[in-house]
Nanobody, 125 residues
Framework: QVQLVESGGGLVQAGDSLRLSCAAS????????MGWFRQAPGKEREFVTS????????VAADSVKGRFTISTDSAKNTVYLQMNSLKPEDTAVYHC??????????????????WGQGTQVTVSS
């Protein structure tokens, strides 16, 4: 199994950028489709973006397209979420997730197999 630990969250102003990291241990991230989810206070957890095992395919929610980018570093066994042009509505706890997928091209991470504990991102207006 894999353990996931997020970091990089914090308090920023609207328009700022932030990069979240998700360090994996136990198994290589190339074994999983990797994704980011977020949960705002009083709301359900929602999908943000994901990347396939081979890093070829990515998909993102409409609310973050053009602003957020997911990437991986196999040497560091880490997944990143680069967040630009942040908005107050991006405020949430951000969770990293890993999903076992047979296809190296699949970005499907709904109902993942593993979750990180989350990191808080707060965007002030």
């Amino acid at each position: 199994q894999v353990q996931l630990v997020e970091s990089g969250g914090g308090l920023v102003q609207a328009g700022d950028s932030l990069r979240l990291s998700c360090a994996a241990s136990g198994r290589p991230i190339s074994s999983y489709a990797m994704g980011w989810f977020r949960q705002a206070p009083g709301k359900e957890r929602e999908f943000v973006t994901s990347i396939s095992r081979n890093g070829v395919n990515t998909v993102a929610a409409d609310s973050v397209k053009g602003r957020f980018t997911i990437s991986t570093d196999s040497a560091k066994n880490t997944v990143y979420l680069q967040m630009n042009s942040l908005k107050p509505e991006d405020t949430a706890v951000y969770h990293c997730a890993a999903a076992r997928r047979n296809s190296a091209y699949s970005t499907f991470v709904i109902n993942p197999d593993y979750w990180g504990q989350g990191t808080q991102v707060t965007v002030s207006s």
